[in-house]
C-alpha cells in the first residue's frame, strides 16, 4: 500500500524557512508527478508546486521565487523548500503523488507563519 509521509513543517516567523520533505512508500516505480498542496482555514486546498517526472516544475503564483520543489526518484521523496515566509502562508500542506491514473495524499502537516 502506498504511503505519503510529511515532515517538516511548523511555527516560524514572517521572513522565515521552512523546509517539507515528504517520503512514499509501498511503491517500487517512481511517480509520475509529485507535488504540494496547502489548505488555510475556510479556504479550498490549492496548489503550491509540481515536479513532473520529466523533469520540470510548476509553481502557483504566490509560491515563484520564494518556494522551490525538488524531488529524488531513486527515493522517491520530495521536497518544498520554502523562503520568505508570510503569514498568508499559513495553512497545513499536503504532499501528493501520481502513478499512472491513481492519485495518492499524505496526511498533512502544519505550517504557521506569525506576523
Known amino acids: 500500500q502506498v504511503q505519503l509521509v510529511e515532515s517538516g513543517g511548523g511555527s516560524v516567523q514572517a521572513g522565515g524557512s521552512l523546509r517539507l520533505t515528504c517520503a512514499a512508500s509501498?511503491?517500487?516505480?517512481?511517480?509520475?508527478?509529485m507535488g504540494w498542496y496547502r489548505q488555510a482555514p475556510g479556504k479550498q486546498r490549492e496548489l503550491v508546486a509540481l515536479?513532473?517526472?520529466?523533469?520540470?516544475?510548476e509553481y502557483a503564483d504566490f509560491a515563484k521565487g520564494r518556494f522551490t520543489i525538488s524531488r529524488d526518484n531513486a527515493k522517491n521523496t520530495v521536497s518544498l523548500q520554502m523562503n520568505s515566509l508570510k503569514p498568508e502562508d499559513t495553512a497545513v500542506y499536503y504532499c501528493?503523488?501520481?502513478?499512472?491514473?491513481?492519485?495518492?495524499w499524505g496526511q498533512g502537516t502544519q505550517v504557521t507563519v506569525s506576523s
Open positions: 509501498g511503491i517500487e516505480f517512481s511517480f509520475n508527478v
Open positions: 515536479s513532473i517526472s520529466s523533469g520540470s516544475s
Open positions: 501528493n503523488a501520481i502513478f499512472i491514473l491513481r492519485n495518492y
